[in-house]
């Protein structure tokens, strides 16, 4: 399946027949089609770890930066 990876955000399957196409409605079957998953992401990528460590987001500082979830500072 070369190329498809290559435009996966806007990427849509076809619900019906799985063919990929670039709007939600399939050209083949004229069904309903849904955004492709993400192909490449998972958790387990090494790709990830290495985004974060270069983010820093496993220095304690990193998570002070995020806002709180509940309005601590009120
Ligand atoms: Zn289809």
Redesign the pocket.
């Known amino acids: 399946m070369e190329g498809v990876e290559m435009a996966r955000s806007r990427m849509q399957k ?1 619900l ?2 799985g ?1 990929y196409s670039l709007s939600t409605t ?1 050209k ?2 004229g ?1 309903i089609a849904q955004a492709a998953g993400p192909l490449k992401f998972s958790p387990q990528d090494p790709q990830a770890k290495r985004r974060r460590e270069y983010e820093n987001v496993t220095d304690p500082k990193w998570v002070q930066k995020l806002p709180s979830p509940k309005g601590e500072e009120e």
């Open positions: 076809c019906d027949c063919s399939c083949k079957c069904g």
